[in-house]
């Protein structure tokens, strides 16, 4: 095949000129595609024996996209506005054939073509505003002409793709390709020219605007039904403005009013962030000791120790990706309960429309519930799930060790305990790692894999690809008391105790981490956990917590007792109480502390610097591997908002002197040695540099 660039490549098939895009791994639009594709549909509309031209991509996916790695350098030309703009206007027909998934500039590029034709398996979808941005090259324009105002609106503002029968029915595709693709895209070329199809430019169409300018209340409506999941992100709101200027503006007007807004999120920090963030997801899969090619355990069975919450939730994830479990408990009712748990929750979500009865029983026939540990024999991989106590744990993994196969994988779920001491109860401590879920565990997307000092790289490399095939974000860690995730959680938790002490309240504390862009604050979250768990803890170790403990001591466990930090209603909203305000400050005035109001932007310091510090520590010690890793656990382990980057981020937006020298203030004013910087923090603050980038 001719090359026109590196990347893209002509062929000829008859009359049809077949431009095929190579730019692994995803065909993203970089500066030699876009040149290629220029040159390409330029040359086959100069021939005179071209009739009509289909663009086609090899490799696993059609273009996923613009090089997000180019955004932020310096344009380098041609543009994809001037490459889209030629492929529009060419007077021979251009047809799109989509296999893997035709995302972001990607659909965009498909759009400017005349027609479409998919494999059964594509997708599409308009994804920036996953990066905080909007489709910057005519995708806000162009799609609501296709697919109609409401439907673009759902796919723009929630970057989520759709299947090629949805695109079909929406007319976002002409055609479901049966057979070899480019094949037939060039059957369809073809037929197109012999029956003298016109060229449909989808600019011009007019007629699903139209009848979205009959409705003007669909754009206050769709903001409203988006609120609550787009608070706090700039993107979502931009998109809406930009397809709200398809319908006022003629096509050029909302592609320049689209380019305006495009721009102004591309400058916003919430797009960094978020771009920072799609590239620290993909670097956590990466491990530096354990290569990509690590031979890795094939999971075909899978068995969970224990049927509590965090046992059921765990067998979920395994029953959802289609990986037959078994779940031991001890005891008969305990076992019947826990998949009773497990039923109902499968059932809500079928109640919301998104599980069919059948999936429901299907899955449900994946799970086998038994007292009888012997069942674990066959089993890949098994997960502890039982008591958070060392003797407990020893005790079960030194059971297993006598009855898995050779070769299975010994999880524990211990969100605290020493793996490597949970390791030496067997005789196979390779085998063995941690695999710390959050909950809920059917939900949450984070799995803080925990590698012991013993850990296998298959056992490791088993872990982190079984992490990815049961749809979370697994994250590898090391061995310290909480990992990353609870590690820097406790050095908040111990701060917002401090502070409604010397003067906050609750609310005022919980409203500052709202604010931030946090789903709740830590009272909150204390409240939905219950508050007798870390009670119970507490006087295990003989540790006082003055206001909890007299809550709990008064039966305020929190939300599942109607009271905690906050009094809840029969609609579980939480109302700050009276009562839960005068313990704070009676406790306030039996410990000496003189309250004083508190501003917020201290509250969030205090809050959020000892995170930072804990982080740089956990760094230092080689807990995490990279600052990167800490952020993907707290975006996806603990709602820290994304387009805030996470916790390392964040502070090197702040800037790491500015941070120090304030927790310098902090421990003059109260002479804590809490407050001591890190010597890592304290390092790339005299150098000036930051976590994220050195
Ligand atoms: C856009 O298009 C703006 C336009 O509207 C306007 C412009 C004017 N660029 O995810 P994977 C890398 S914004 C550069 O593991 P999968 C990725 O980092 C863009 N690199 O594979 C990884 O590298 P490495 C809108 C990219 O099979 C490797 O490819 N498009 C890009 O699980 C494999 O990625 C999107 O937001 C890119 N666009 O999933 C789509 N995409 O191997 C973003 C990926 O070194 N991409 N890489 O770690 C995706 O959603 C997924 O990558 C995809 C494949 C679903 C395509």
Redesign the pocket.
């Known amino acids: 095949m001719p090359a026109l660039s590196q990347s893209v490549s002509l062929d000829r098939r008859g009359r049809v000129a077949v431009l095929t895009v190579d730019n692994p791994?995803?065909n993203?639009?970089?500066q030699h595609v876009r040149q290629g594709l220029h040159d390409g549909v330029k040359q086959a509309i100069a021939d005179r024996d071209v009739a009509a031209i289909v663009i086609a991509c090899a490799g696993?996916?059609f273009i996923?996209?613009?090089?997000?790695?180019?955004?932020g350098k310096p344009p380098k030309e041609p543009?994809?506005?001037e490459v889209l703009a030629l492929i529009e206007a060419s007077p021979k027909p251009v047809v799109a054939a989509v296999h893997?998934?035709a995302?972001?500039?990607?659909l965009?590029v498909t759009l400017a073509c005349h027609y479409r034709v998919g494999d059964k398996g594509a997708r599409f979808g308009?994804?920036?505003v996953?990066?905080g941005?909007?489709?910057?090259?005519g995708?806000t324009q162009r799609l609501p002409r296709v697919v109609g105002v409401e439907k673009a609106l759902q796919m723009i503002v929630s970057?989520d793709p759709i299947r090629a029968d949805e695109a079909l029915r929406y007319g976002l595709i002409d055609e479901v390709a049966e057979g070899e693709l480019a094949a037939a895209a060039v059957t369809f070329a073809e037929r197109g020219v012999s029956e003298q199809r016109p060229l449909r430019k989808i600019r011009d169409l007019d007629a699903k605007l139209a009848a979205a300018r009959h409705t003007p209340e669909l754009f206050a409506n769709f903001r409203k039904s988006v609120a609550r999941q787009t608070r706090g992100f700039r993107a979502p709101e931009s998109c809406i403005k930009a397809i709200e200027a398809a319908l006022s503006l003629p096509f050029d007007e909302g592609m320049k009013r689209e380019r305006e807004l495009?721009l102004e999120l591309l400058a916003s920090p919430e797009s960094k962030a978020q771009r920072y963030f799609?590239?620290a997801e993909?670097?956590a899969?990466?491990i530096p000791d354990v290569p990509a090619d690590t031979p890795v355990r094939d999971v075909k069975k899978a068995a969970v120790l224990g049927a509590g919450t965090m046992g059921g939730g765990i067998a979920m994830n395994f029953a959802n990706a289609g990986i037959p479990v078994t779940v031991v408990e001890v005891a008969k009712d305990a076992l019947e309960r826990g998949l009773g748990v497990v039923r109902r929750n499968y059932e809500a979500t079928a109640s919301k429309g998104r599980l069919t009865p059948q999936e429901v029983e299907k899955r449900m026939g994946l799970i086998t519930g038994t007292t009888d540990f012997n069942a674990i024999a066959d089993a890949d991989i098994v997960i502890e799930a039982v008591f958070e106590e060392m003797p407990i744990k020893k005790e079960v993994f030194a059971r297993i060790d006598k009855i898995c196969k050779a070769g299975a994988v010994l999880a524990t779920n211990t969100s605290t305990l020493d793996v490597n001491e949970i390791a030496s109860a067997t005789g196979r401590p390779e085998s063995v790692i941690g695999t710390h879920f959050f909950s809920p565990a059917n939900v949450m997307k984070l799995l803080e894999n925990v590698r012991g000092a013993k850990s296998s790289k298959t056992t490791i490399a088993t872990a982190m690809a079984l992490g990815r095939r049961i749809n979370k974000v697994p994250v590898l860690v090391g061995v310290c008391y909480g990992f990353v995730g609870n590690r820097m959680l406790h050095q908040r938790g111990k701060q917002a105790e401090k502070l409604i002490l010397e003067g906050a309240l609750p609310h005022q504390v919980d409203r500052v981490l709202y604010d931030f862009g946090f789903p709740m604050g830590p009272f909150a979250m204390g409240d939905l956990a219950g508050l007798d768990v870390g009670w119970r803890i507490r006087k295990g170790k003989g540790e006082k917590s003055a206001v909890a403990d007299t809550l709990c001591e008064m039966g305020r466990f929190g939300q599942k007792t109607g009271a905690g930090y906050y009094r809840y209603g029969a609609d579980r909203a939480a109302t700050p109480d009276p009562e839960v305000e005068k313990i704070i400050v009676d406790v306030s005035t039996q410990m000496g502390i003189t309250r004083r109001p508190i501003g917020d932007d201290e509250i969030l310091a205090r809050l959020l610097y000892p995170m930072v510090n804990e982080g740089a520590k956990i760094l230092e010690e080689k807990i995490a591997i990279r600052a990167s890793d800490i952020d993907v656990i707290w975006v996806y382990g603990y709602g820290w908002p994304v387009y805030r980057g996470g916790p390392m981020f964040w502070a090197d937006q702040v800037g790491l002197k500015a941070l120090r020298d304030r927790m310098l203030e902090f421990k003059r004013a109260t002479g804590d040695p809490f407050w001591t910087p890190a010597p890592l923090l304290e390092r790339l603050a005299a150098d000036g540099r930051g976590f994220t980038q050195s």
């Open positions: 791994p995803v993203a639009l970089s696993r996916t996923a996209g613009a090089d997000i790695t180019e955004f543009g994809l506005h893997g998934t995302l972001g500039g990607g965009e308009l994804p920036e996953k990066l941005l909007l489709p910057g090259a995708g970057g495009f799609f590239f993909r670097e899969a990466k």
